[in-house]
């Protein structure tokens, strides 16, 4: 009788034991979700706007030979517009109240889904919410005295972060320009926030580069109204997310891997924007 008491009392333990873990485990993940601006991997939440290579709320514009590999979304009243040998390598996702321009010998090589202002409108909510999160992050201490990005003449700038780390940088301003270049060092759990109050530009073969960090990983957020710029061969890994702004693309060759979200996009030359499908 003894024995078998002892065997209930042990396996009731093991039970409350168990059950405990199980609730410490939710708890932690409950955590790590309720986090608004990063996914319990690391990875910048985007949410809804997940789906999209390209999000804007007002025009999408691509002409000469630009690309998009992934898919477009046109949310607001926004317009779909390709001209030339522009592509885009997935499917759009297209509002109610704009027309969609396909002309010369541009191509859509996906689907048109029409009318989807719901979707699209929860798509653009998030990537709305996660720029306001993300602005208020707390700066990362290392860091706080690296108010401003302006480099030029092959010089460069390396940030690094830890597992599990996420690195916010508070900017006013990011330039790049004459072959400079600006790395991003971590791990696959490693996440980066860089916010811009003013001013976002690349040019000249300037460059944003990831080492041991995937792109999903991190955030470019412009906080400014004006036009953000990338010209003349420039390159950068990251989300690109400035809601307030016209983000341009004007390069040969050049490229975004990753996502730009932004309140309207022009696509020039030979720009290209690309999302992994794999987190490299």
Request: no cysteine.
């Amino acid at each position: 009788m003894k024995k078998h008491l002892n065997h209930i009392i042990v396996k009731h333990a093991a039970k409350l034991f168990t059950s405990a873990l199980v609730a410490a485990a939710v708890m932690a993940v409950a955590d790590l979700k309720a986090d608004p601006d990063r996914n319990p991997d690391g990875s910048i939440n985007t949410g809804n706007a997940s789906i999209f290579t390209v999000l804007t709320h007002g025009d999408f514009t691509a002409t000469g030979s630009s690309s998009v590999t992934g898919n477009v979304g046109v949310s607001g009243s926004g317009n779909f517009n390709m001209q030339n040998s522009a592509t885009v390598k997935g499917d759009l996702y297209m509002n109610s109240g704009g027309t969609i321009t396909i002309a010369n010998s541009a191509t859509l090589k996906g689907h048109r889904n029409l009318h989807q202002d719901l979707l699209l409108t929860n798509a653009w909510t998030d990537a709305l919410n996660l720029s306001n999160a993300a602005a208020a992050e707390l700066v990362t201490p290392a860091y706080s005295s690296l108010t401003n990005v302006d480099l030029s003449n092959n010089s460069n700038i390396t940030i690094t972060g830890s597992a599990n780390q996420k690195v916010v940088l508070s900017l006013q301003n990011f330039r790049l320009s004459g072959a400079s270049s600006f790395t991003l060092q971590g791990t696959a759990t490693t996440t980066f926030i860089i916010n811009v109050a003013n001013n976002f530009s690349l040019s000249n073969s300037a460059a944003i580069n990831l080492v041991g960090v995937p792109t999903a990983n991190v955030l470019f957020n412009v906080l400014g109204s004006g036009t953000v710029q990338l010209s003349g061969s420039s390159k950068m890994s990251g989300t690109l997310l400035a809601v307030n702004s016209v983000v341009v693309l004007n390069t040969n060759s050049g490229s975004v891997t990753g996502r730009v979200i932004a309140k309207s996009v022009i696509l020039q030359n030979s720009s290209k924007v690309v999302t992994p499908v794999t987190n490299p």
